[in-house]
């Protein structure tokens, strides 16, 4: 979009044509048209031939005329060069200045994809809060993810030399929401060859494309279809339960979450049993299971069941409890 003094100065090109036409018309008596006709070859200055001979009134006239007419168009040329270089260098200056952020990332997610679901997980990552790098290859997506000032890389997430600018060796996670099964899978691939402790969790528009993806080297697979007919059918089922899940799992809740925390080397709740620790006791937090390091999920753990490092609670409560939960394990 042209900024103000673009526009001001077309402005002025185009009432400068008015006043050139109606002086015409005025001082060497023409017609509109052979008048319209020599405002233009004067203002841009072709040097064709007058259209009736000019006395000195219309010389003076058109001479005016010239200088006023070179005066703008040269103003604005100035202006549009200063933009294009001005942006150009602006765009190069935050790229890189993006880039030297993404190399001091670590334990990062990469989302590969800003389309529908892309933004979805940047807004729950975002809540979270967590560092994150967006790929993207579409002009108009990168436009949109750098006006929310995300970190984003310029790119085809399927070539390895893109997936290593994200930081691809540092990162944590990695989502692949692009458009079609086939470049999931490729990114999937490529993703765990060139890290094989990376949790990736991939798009699939197709059920039958799951497998392949898994084979590929994802994690998890995702089905926005068959989340999207589960969460129907359980409208109609079990409107309750639905209503309960949405409140804990919504990144704007502030009344309830369902959130898994690690339990680290050395916390305070290391080594400790569910009564002992008092996630139930003085925090209301709920604890729904506890997934060992090996993969083992224990359901409703008993009050004398031990978490020890590595283990995975799977709680759900009160926003602020859970923060406060988080806290106090990590205090050690």
């Known amino acids: 979009m042209f ?49 009736q001979p000019l006395g000195p009134a219309g010389q ?43 190399e001091q990332l ?3 997610f990469i989302v590969c994809g800003f389309g529908r679901m892309g933004r979805i997980v940047c807004k729950e990552l975002l809540a979270k809060p967590v560092p994150f790098v967006i790929i993207e290859r579409s002009a108009e997506a990168l436009r949109d993810a750098e006006a929310e000032q995300l970190l984003v890389v310029e790119g085809d997430a399927t070539e390895d030399h893109i997936l290593l600018q994200a930081g691809i ?23 765990r060859e060139l890290n094989a402790d990376l949790l990736i969790v991939a798009r699939a528009e197709d059920e039958r494309s799951e497998r392949k993806l898994l084979h590929a ?21 079990r409107p309750a339960v639905l209503d309960v899940i949405d409140l804990a799992t919504h990144y704007r809740s502030i009344e309830l ?6 339990i680290p080397k050395d916390g305070v709740g290391e080594g400790v049993t569910l009564l002992d ?11 729904i299971a506890i997934k060992k390091p090996n993969g083992e999920m224990v359901f409703n753990p008993s009050s004398d069941a ?3 490092e590595g283990d995975r609670l799977v709680v759900i409560g009160q926003t602020a409890n859970l923060r406060e939960l988080e806290r106090r394990l990590h205090a050690g």
């Open 106 to 108: 670590s334990d990062h």
């Open 277 to 287: 620790s008092g996630i139930r006791q003085s925090l209301g937090i709920i604890v």
């Open 60 to 102: 003076i006239f058109t001479i005016g005329l010239i200088f006023g007419g070179l005066g703008i168009v040269l103003y604005g040329a100035s202006l549009i060069a200063r933009e294009i270089i001005e942006g150009e260098f602006q765009r190069t200056f935050g790229r890189r200045k993006v880039q030297r952020q993404i």
């Open 169 to 191: 060796k540092r990162a944590r996670g990695l989502v692949s929401a692009l458009s079609t099964d086939s470049d999931n899978v490729y990114v999937a691939l490529t993703a």
């Open 217 to 237: 080297g994802a994690t998890r697979v995702v089905s926005p279809y068959v989340i999207g007919g589960h969460r129907m059918a359980h409208a109609l089922l």
């Open 306 to 308: 031990r978490i020890v």
């Open 3 to 51: 900024r103000r003094p673009i526009l001001i100065a077309f402005a002025a090109l185009f009432g400068l044509t008015g006043i050139g036409v109606l002086g015409y018309m005025v001082i060497v008596g023409m017609g509109p048209i052979d008048a319209l006709y020599m405002t233009v070859i004067t203002l841009s200055t072709v040097g064709y031939r007058e259209v």
């Open 257 to 262: 979450q369902i959130e898994e925390v690690q």
